[in-house]
Nanobody, 124 residues
């Protein structure tokens, strides 16, 4: 069983930046691909970025060139650096872990473990 805890959410003005962290425990972190999802009120949970166990990355079109996902297997942690934040980035951000023969998953159903979420608010 893997436990995930997110840190780093908050309120930031448009154009600002935040760095989210996710600490993992209870499993072999390096085996898992990791993802950051977000869910805004009234909307479905969507994948923001994913990273394979080997470091290959995927980004949603809406965050390409603004967000960067990384992982530190020695620290059992995954990060999401967010730059040039926009009001439409406002959501609860979730860290998730999964495994499969593919490098990473792109749907919530591809992930087996979830953190509790952290709120990111970018006022308009």
């Amino acid at each position: 069983q893997v436990q995930l805890v997110e840190f780093g959410g908050g309120l930031v003005q448009a154009g600002g930046s935040l760095r989210l962290s996710c600490a993992a425990s209870g499993g072999t972190f390096s085996w898992y691909y990791m993802g950051w999802f977000r869910q805004a009120p009234g909307k479905e949970r969507e994948l923001v970025a994913a990273i394979s166990s080997g470091g290959s990355t995927y980004y949603a079109d809406s965050v390409k060139d603004r967000f960067s996902i990384s992982r530190d297997n020695a620290k059992n942690a995954v990060y999401l650096q967010m730059l040039s934040l926009k009001p439409e980035d406002t959501a609860v951000y979730y860290c998730a872990a999964g495994w499969a023969t593919r490098p990473y998953g792109t749907k919530p159903s591809d992930y087996y473990y979830w953190g509790q979420g952290t709120q990111v608010t970018v006022p308009s």
